[in-house]
């Protein structure tokens, strides 16, 4: 048993060397962490964020890709998103105020953007500038980096609490997930002018969906009066946004015992999660599906080429779980354990 | 309830002015001092359970927190988020909740999260740490599971005046200070002890991944004053008093890889009152305390706001203590213990609980080596069942020097208020968690050599975990069990040749400590830990080294082996001395000075959170 273990450690230690070697020759380590899935990883008090990456044959699977490619470095707490520019990978971690940038074939880090951050959460970009959600000490804010030089270079104040931000004709759209239930919207072709949309409890995911509307998965949530009793839930709803006039032109609203977690648009479908199992329904329904495709419980999910990549933070206290279930049998076709904490789930050429 | 309290009480003054007559009369005229301790139990009367007392010297030499003392000096291990920072002890791999920490005799676990945080106490004066092992919940009440840290103050009734001075100064701008002035007669004791500590904390994050990083909004000051006073009004029969007040204003400090970030604040303010009034007459020995405590948190999100989450508790308690001495060698023992609760948590409207306790027990020396106590204890609380706890400990003495002991006992751990009541979250259909446990040790009591060791086997059930539901929501369950077994040792020894004193302490513990159902290791329980120091005293010089060893703990449940996942092991080694600069008929001056960490370790109780690289200290102590 020992011997075998020292012949697979030697066999690491050699895997390391040979990368170290193709390091020292100028040829990027990394062709390695393309057409694939990049996992994200929250991180909690058992360990930091990370990233995972799952080649798309699923031969290839490599964790904590970050500290691999940067001298074992950690990236921190808490992981809260990945965004794309110019081939390269900007990674935002909330509690330690910052983005790292790294080179998209190599993952090593180009630099960190630490300044003009306070809890960042999301990146969207327009053209050459990131626009990134700040929770801030006392108020909320858009922190606008220009991603050329990579610094922050002015900030819009928001409603407290943003979460998500997507951007779409001219506009970036976000949620207050916690203390309001708002969408802001930025006019970014207004002066920044920011107005604000009404929706039901605790808004999170957003998208454009095929139609070109603005959707909105509101979660549900609990309700306290001032002295902290529970009082009630208001419950969440899928509402459908106009995204020109601000209008909402159509809300499947849930009845208080369901919460929906997650929920996303592929091919004219939305999958959505809720009480640890998957559903469809159609972007045209009017009504929650009452049929489960099948069970699953979790924390971030992407789909592609008629696979759902679905992944399992489970309780944040050990390594999360990645099934990739094939949508026209709805059977799990592959599963690995992936980063600590994982919540998104994104796609790389 | 009040009523009941105010009947308790009469029932207490009527029983104690009888037994006041009696004790006025009683001729037997003892000449020895007399010591008064609230707290006499854990140090005099516990039988088959491992203790570790901690010298004074031994609290100077690893003065800066508590944390560090028990580190470097007893069996618990410890898990504090940076130095300085919210730090809590745990007995053989068991929660932080399973450790009761007492002050004085009183349970001061925190009735939020049901811990008392090592860092928002304060020590220094404080006459005897007593480190027991193993449950104690008969005695002590909830969170006695894995073991309990006893912090008590004696009164001396002997004339006497004692002062005690210390003033340290180390590395990052740190100093600990504290005073201690005793005075008495053979009438009054009084103690006054002072102790003040204030550090940057803005040492050098040696984690060589990175580089020029600093412990960032790490500084921390506290201060406390206690005031112990006794009066005898015979041998025995003594009335005495114990106050104590304490604040604690810490930020917490930020972590790898960008510690900058962190802005949160935290704040403690503990006071506590003790009432003590023990007589005793050759039959019997009544004990009657009444406490009033309040303690309170103040956590600030943001260090420059005026906003604040808080916990605050008030305890009233009463408890009586009658030992009846049935025949030379059996004594019985009736416990009767009141307490009122309430907590006011931000968040949580203001909860009450009210408990009642009632325990028997029999102690036996049934041969001239071998002695037993049997304990059962039922408790009664207005919120949830509590369960029927017992206690059978037996000390077998081989010979003068060769003991051999056990214990088997029951213990259990109260929900805490977060657990109940955390809005939306907190689950009112939680019951105590319970444990099961055998101990069975040997110990050589020998005069230059001390040896102390205990197999020990503990049963958690119905371990409180919070979980998240299918919908998200974490809420608190009865789920989990776990299985803890392994050696705990503890050694004393003593030797001179010539000139040369030399002293050698060390503890080492043995721990596996099992989720049931994965069979996995629990995380952040070392397999092995190690705390040692070896001292030479040569005249007026004494030298010394203290060494601290830990193995890899794990951070995951999964017990993932990867860096960032999982804390190294390491060995830290302390190198210190001091020099006596004059000793005269009253008094002595000491200067000493120490490097800490000599060999600038890298060492993490925390993820991301490294501990002081090598620092240097200058102290000086004066006693009268």
């Avoid at chain 1, 001219?170 to 207004?190: P, Q, R």
């Amino acid at each position: 048993m020992k011997a075998t273990k020292l012949i697979f450690k030697l066999f690491l230690l050699s895997l390391v060397f040979v990368s170290c070697r193709n390091d020292d020759n100028g040829t990027p380590v990394q062709t390695l962490y393309e057409n694939g899935v990049l996992i994200s990883g929250q991180g909690s008090g058992a360990g930091s964020g990370s990233i995972s990456y799952v080649s798309n044959d699923y031969k290839k699977v490599v964790n904590n890709i970050y500290a691999l490619a940067n001298n074992q470095k950690e990236l921190g707490k808490f992981l809260q998103s990945l965004a794309f520019y110019d081939n390269k990978t900007y990674v935002v971690v909330d509690n330690t105020n910052s983005i790292t940038v790294l080179g998209n074939t190599s993952f090593e880090e180009e630099t960190k953007i630490t300044e003009g951050l306070i809890g960042p959460k999301f990146m969207t970009v327009v053209g050459s500038k990131g626009y990134v959600t700040n929770s801030g000490t006392e108020n909320s804010f858009v922190a606008i980096v220009d991603l050329k030089t990579n610094t922050v270079i002015s900030k819009i104040d928001v409603t407290n609490g943003p979460e998500q931000i997507i951007h779409f004709k001219g506009k970036l759209f976000m949620t207050h997930t916690f203390s309001h239930d708002l969408v802001s919207v930025i006019d970014l072709n207004n002066d920044n002018k920011v107005t604000t949309i009404t929706v039901a409890g605790s808004p999170d995911e957003l998208f454009i969906n095929s139609n070109n509307e603005l959707v909105v998965l509101s979660e549900g949530k609990t309700l306290y009066d001032d002295s902290w009793n529970v009082i009630g839930l208001k419950p969440g709803a899928i509402q459908t946004i106009n995204p020109s006039s601000n209008k909402i032109i159509k809300t499947i609203a849930f009845t208080e015992d369901v919460k929906v977690n997650l929920l996303m648009e592929y091919e004219n479908d939305y999958y959505y999660t809720s009480g640890g199992k998957v559903y469809k329904i159609s972007n045209s329904d009017n009504s929650l599906s009452t049929t489960p495709l099948f069970e699953a419980a979790l924390s971030g999910m992407n789909i592609k080429d008629g696979k759902l990549f679905g992944v399992n933070a489970g309780f944040y206290d050990a390594l999360s779980s990645l099934n990739v279930y094939d949508l026209s049998t709805n059977k799990s076709e592959f599963d690995t354990e992936v980063a600590l904490g994982a919540t998104k789930v994104y796609f790389v050429e | 309830m009040m009523k009941l309290l105010c009947k308790l009480f009469f029932m207490g003054c009527a029983l104690f002015q009888c037994v006041k007559a009696v004790a006025q009369n009683d001729s037997i005229n003892r000449l020895e001092e007399v010591v008064l301790v609230a707290d006499v139990y854990v140090k005099e009367q516990v039988v088959g359970q491992k203790k570790v007392v901690l010298s004074k010297e031994e609290i100077n030499n690893n003065i800066t927190n508590p944390t560090e003392t028990l580190r470097f000096n007893s069996p618990v291990s410890i898990r504090d988020y940076g130095n300085g920072g919210t730090s809590s002890a745990r007995f053989r791999g068991t929660s932080a909740s399973n450790t009761a920490v007492l002050w004085n005799g009183i349970n001061i676990n925190a009735i939020g999260n049901g811990q008392t945080d090592l860092n928002s106490i304060s020590i220094n004066t404080s006459d005897q740490i007593v480190i027991k092992s193993g449950g104690g919940s008969v005695k002590y009440g909830s969170g006695a599971i894995g073991g309990s840290i006893h912090i008590n103050d004696e009164l001396r009734f002997k004339k006497h005046q004692n002062l005690d001075v210390y003033s340290s100064y180390s590395s990052f701008n740190t100093t600990s200070n504290y005073l201690k002035v005793n005075i008495g007669t053979s009438k009054w004791a009084l103690k006054v002890g002072s102790t003040f500590n204030k550090s940057d904390n803005d040492y050098e994050l040696i984690d060589s991944r990175y580089l020029n990083l600093k412990n960032e909004n790490g500084a921390y000051q506290n201060s406390g004053v206690n005031l112990s006073v006794g009066y005898q009004f015979s041998k025995k029969n003594q009335l005495s008093f114990f106050t104590t007040a304490y604040k604690g204003e810490r930020f917490l400090s930020g972590e790898l890889p960008n510690p900058s970030p962190a802005n949160d604040k935290y704040i403690d303010l503990n006071q506590r009152n003790l009432l003590v009034w023990n007589v005793e007459s050759s039959e019997f020995k009544h004990l009657l305390k009444g406490a009033f405590l309040t303690q309170e948190y103040r956590y600030f999100d943001d260090k420059s706001s005026d906003k604040y989450d808080y916990g605050k508790s008030k305890t009233i308690l009463f408890n009586y203590d009658l030992q009846y001495k049935l025949t030379e060698k059996t004594q019985l023992t009736l416990f009767v213990d009141v307490q009122s609760i309430k907590g006011d948590i931000s968040r949580i409207p203001s909860k009450k609980r009210e408990q009642y306790a009632f325990t028997l027990g029999v102690n036996s020396k049934i041969t001239k080596y071998l002695e037993t106590t049997i304990e059962v204890k039922k408790e009664l609380n207005s919120t949830f069942k509590v369960p029927f706890v017992f206690s059978l400990g037996a000390n077998y003495d081989l010979d003068i020097r060769h003991r051999l002991l056990t214990n088997i006992s029951t213990n259990y751990r109260v929900p805490s208020l977060n657990d109940l009541y955390w809005p939306g979250q907190g689950n009112l259909n939680l019951i105590p968690e319970t444990s099961k446990q055998i101990d069975l040790g040997y110990q050589y009591l020998g005069s230059r050599l001390l040896l102390k060791s205990m197999l020990f086997f503990t049963d958690v059930t119905k371990k409180i975990i919070w979980r998240p539901n299918k919908s998200g929501i974490w809420r608190p369950l009865n789920l989990n069990k776990s299985y803890h077994s392994g050696i705990e040792l503890y050694t004393k020894l003593k030797k001179n040749i010539g000139d040369f004193d030399m002293n050698i302490t060390g503890n080492y513990i043995y721990t596996i400590a099992q989720d049931r159902e994965t069979n996995k290791e629990l995380i952040f329980v070392p397999k092995h830990l190690f705390n040692g120091a070896f001292k030479l005293k040569y005249k007026s010089v004494t030298l010394y080294v203290q060494n601290l060893t830990q193995s890899k703990v794990f951070t995951t449940k999964d017990n993932i082996d990867q860096i960032g996942r999982s804390l190294n092991g390491f060995t830290v080694f302390n190198l210190g001395g001091n020099l006596l600069l004059f000793k005269t008929k009253n008094g002595k001056l000491k200067l000493g000075s120490s490097i800490k960490n000599v060999f600038n370790q890298l060492y993490l109780f925390s993820i991301s959170r490294p501990m002081p690289g090598r620092n240097y200290n200058i102290n000086i102590n004066y006693k009268f």
